[in-house]
Nanobody, 128 residues
Framework: QVLLVESGGGLVQAGGSLSVSCAAS????????MAWFRQAPGKEREFVAG????????AYLDSVKGRFTISRDNAKNTVSLQMNSLKPEDTAVYYC?????????????????????WGQGTQVTVST
């Protein structure tokens, strides 16, 4: 059974920082493209950041570029998202996702339907 478990969410003031992590079990992520999505109340789930299985490529939502950094630690089977300069509009439930196949070392996937496994989500709330 594959499980993705997010941790590290919480409440932070605008301008602050927060890091969320995703630990995988039942799945070795070293060959797995990973991503973070988020969903705010009343809005669709949106791509935030993704990283190829090789780690050589990353991609970000335009509004988080320069503020968020995605990274992976294949030895620990984890992927993380460091979030700096947080804004109230970053408030959402953040989800970790894994895609089990990619033929490209640099493949990063932005669409949720391309991912096979999802975590349960972790709430990130940014106050003014």
């Amino acid at each position: 059974q594959v499980l993705l478990v997010e941790s590290g969410g919480g409440l932070v003031q605008a301008g602050g920082s927060l890091s969320v992590s995703c630990a995988a079990s039942g799945l070795t992520i070293s060959n797995t493209p990973m991503a973070w999505f988020r969903q705010a109340p009343g809005k669709e789930r949106e791509f935030v950041a993704g990283i190829s299985w090789s780690g050589i490529a990353t991609a970000y939502l335009d509004s988080v570029k320069g503020r968020f950094t995605i990274s992976r630690d294949n030895a620990k089977n984890t992927v993380s998202l460091q979030m700096n300069s947080l804004k109230p509009e970053d408030t959402a439930v953040y989800y970790c996702a894994a895609r089990t196949y990619s033929s490209s070392r640099g493949g990063v996937y932005r669409y949720p339907n391309l991912y096979d496994y999802w975590g349960q989500g972790t709430q990130v709330t940014v106050s003014t």
